[in-house]
């Protein structure tokens, strides 16, 4: 089966870093994928992480350690645009799994 | 380049009723993949067609549940009838060849009274 962790929400101010923590157990990785969803909107792909390290794109970055089974999504200089919820994802076998989601609100 | 849409946005039926969904993936895409939200939980797969063929239904939590992709272009889902825990919001998505990629449609919110 597939087991895939992130916290519910956090809370961050305006111009801060969050990093939003995903741990999974999944039964193949073909690669981690991070997501942003706002509300009534389609998921947007933010990352993918296939190999460990870090993935740097502008403000958001992404990091992968596959022998831990852990990711984060790092984001930087937050704006209140980016309260959002976020989705962790793992992709086997064409088929994404998906954590629940954490919804980061801003704050000025 | 067009997203990828979704047809109705909202869909509100009573229990035993039909409904049908649709999808059209971006042009080019041949993978097109169907997700479902319930209420308080995560997204989870339905199923993935490679172009008209259906290459992973697995998801597909029952036999009320139809998935057609005829002619390898825009995707339906039928659920027949409805029951109650069908509620959701229902995503559809699509790749390009062996892009694992996937981008988003905005969902159809399927409210099932």
């Known amino acids: 089966g597939q087991n895939i962790d992130q916290p519910t929400e956090m809370t961050a101010t305006e111009g801060a870093i969050v990093q939003i923590n995903c741990t999974y157990q999944t039964s193949g990785f073909n690669g981690l994928f991070w997501y942003q969803q706002h509300a009534g909107e389609a998921p947007t792909f933010l990352s993918y992480?296939?190999?460990?390290g870090l993935e740097e794109k502008g403000r958001f970055s992404s990091f992968l350690s596959r022998s831990k089974g852990y990711s984060y999504l790092l984001l930087k200089e937050l704006q209140m645009k980016d309260s959002a919820s976020y989705l962790c994802?793992?992709?086997?076998?064409?088929?994404?799994?998906f954590g629940a989601g954490t919804t980061v609100t801003v704050r000025a | 380049e067009a997203g990828v849409t979704q047809f109705p946005s909202h869909s509100v039926i009573e229990k035993g009723q039909t409904v049908t969904l649709r999808c059209d993936p971006i042009?080019?895409?041949?993978?097109l993949y169907w997700y479902r939200r319930v209420m308080g939980k995560e997204i989870k797969f339905l199923l993935h067609f490679v172009k008209e063929s259906k290459q992973d239904e697995s998801g597909m939590p029952n036999n009320r549940f139809l998935a057609e992709r005829t002619g390898g272009t825009y995707s339906t889902l039928k659920v027949q009838p409805a029951e109650l825990e069908d509620s959701g919001v229902y995503f559809c998505?699509?790749?390009?060849?062996?892009?694992?990629?996937?981008?988003f449609g905005p969902g159809t919110r399927l409210t099932v009274l």
């Open positions: 992480n296939v190999l460990d």
């Open positions: 042009s080019g895409h041949d993978n």
């Open positions: 998505a699509s790749s390009r060849g062996t892009s694992y990629e996937q981008f």
């Open positions: 994802a793992v992709l086997s076998d064409y088929k994404l799994s």
